[in-house]
Each structure stands twice: as structure tokens, then as C-alpha cells.
């Protein structure tokens, strides 16, 4: 069945280091998407990536990098420079931005600064 | 800007109640509709959606009417069931300089006893 996967499912971070979540998709979609997940506040975007080759920040984007060198996959860097990386990581698609589709999410990383 | 606006919840409720979760939004055009589920750990599921006003959009007994003129989308099911415990997204896509940007709710958390 195709789907979303993301890896690890739980992720520890020491201060100072840089993490990667990675994000792979069986699905055909050309579109991507990071969003944080924190208690009370909903989901916010991260980046987004419409094709392979390009991604746009988001809302929240400043101490996180993506690539986009393929198709099927999408990784986050959380990078020394976040100063509040803890928080539940998802990794959404949809078969090409600007349609209303709806997403499919992957299951989801739980990065903890330890 | 977009905005949506659900109470976080919990809403407690007992097996077989009737279900009501409000969702209202702020949006400039017009936007496209959407109601997404968490079971706890997992990513969320798109659940039902709807594009225009007056749509319907339904899914496992659930369903949601697009009413414009209160500026509403809320979700309904008649009999809820103990599976039926999740948090609930209401969320909006609205298209921006050949973008579609989604904006979610805060999630409503439900609780069903048998």
C-alpha cells in the first residue's frame, strides 16, 4: 500500500547538535510538506515543496533546512540554531500543490532535547 | 488573516451520544474546507472535506455542512462510538500566489466512556 513513512518515530537531540527526520513517500505525490505539531497550538508549517528541486519556507522555517533531490523524499534537518526543537514532526503530501486534495500525513517523529 | 477557531476540548461523551464540534473560520477568498483525525502517536487522516458552499462532506458517520453565511464547518456524528476517541482538526486552504495554504484549528480532543 503506498503511504508516507517517516523515521525515526522517536528522536533524541543533545544541545548543539543537528538532527535529520527523514520523510519518504510511495505515493506519486509531487507535493510536500513539514509541519510542528506543539500542545495548544495546531499544526504549524515549517517548508513546503511543490516539486522536486524546490521547497519555500514557511511559517516557522528559521533553524530548520530541507532538501528535495528526489521525488519520493523529503528530510528535515533540525539544526543547533532551533532553540526550541522539541516537539512532534509531521511530514504531509498531496498529489500536486494548489488543489484542495487534502493531505496524507505520516505517522510522525517525537524529537526530545535531551 | 486565515484563521480557525475550535475549543480544545475535552469533550467528554458517552457511548451512542450525538456529537457536535464546532469550527469556524476566517479566510479571505474562498476557501476549501477540511476535517482531519490523530488516534493518539499516529499523524492525522483526512477525514472528510468539502470545497464549496452548502457541500456536505461525510465519512464514517460523520459529516460536516460548508455554511458560508455563518462562516462555520462544524462536524457531526450521531452516535459515537469508544473508537471514535481522537483530536479533531478542523482546517482551511485558501490559494496564495499559486499556493494552496492551509491553516489548522488547535485540534478538539474527544473522549468517548463506554
Known amino acids: 500500500d503506498g503511504g508516507i513513512t517517516q523515521s525515526p518515530k522517536y528522536l533524541f537531540r543533545k544541545e548543539g547538535q543537528n538532527v535529520t527526520l527523514s520523510c519518504e513517500q510511495n505515493l506519486n505525490h509531487d507535493a510536500m510538506y513539514w509541519y510542528r505539531q506543539d500542545p495548544g497550538q495546531g499544526l504549524r508549517l515549517i517548508y513546503y515543496s511543490q516539486i522536486v528541486n524546490d521547497f519555500q519556507k514557511g511559517d516557522i522555517a528559521e533553524g530548520y533546512s530541507v532538501s528535495r533531490e528526489k521525488k519520493e523524499s523529503f528530510p528535515l534537518t533540525v539544526t543547533s540554531a532551533q532553540k526550541n526543537p522539541t516537539a512532534f514532526y509531521l511530514c504531509?503530501?498531496?498529489?500536486?500543490?494548489?488543489?484542495?486534495?487534502?493531505?496524507?500525513f505520516g505517522s510522525g517523529t517525537r524529537l526530545t532535547v535531551v | 488573516g486565515d484563521s480557525v477557531t475550535q475549543m480544545e476540548g475535552p469533550v467528554t461523551l458517552s457511548e451512542e451520544a450525538f456529537l457536535t464540534i464546532n469550527c469556524t473560520y476566517t479566510a479571505t477568498g474562498y476557501p476549501s474546507l477540511f476535517w482531519y483525525v490523530q488516534y493518539p502517536g499516529e499523524g492525522l487522516q483526512l477525514l472528510l472535506k468539502?470545497?464549496?458552499?452548502?457541500d456536505k462532506g461525510s465519512n464514517k458517520g460523520f459529516e460536516a455542512t460548508y455554511r458560508k453565511e455563518t462562516t462555520s464547518f462544524h462536524l457531526e456524528k450521531g452516535s459515537v462510538q469508544v473508537s471514535d476517541s481522537a483530536v479533531y482538526f478542523c482546517a482551511l486552504s485558501v490559494g496564495s500566489g499559486g499556493y494552496q495554504k492551509v491553516t489548522f484549528g488547535i485540534g478538539t480532543k474527544l473522549q468517548v466512556i463506554p
Open positions: 504531509a503530501s498531496e498529489p500536486t500543490g494548489g488543489t484542495n486534495y487534502g493531505y496524507t
Open positions: 468539502a470545497t464549496k458552499a452548502d
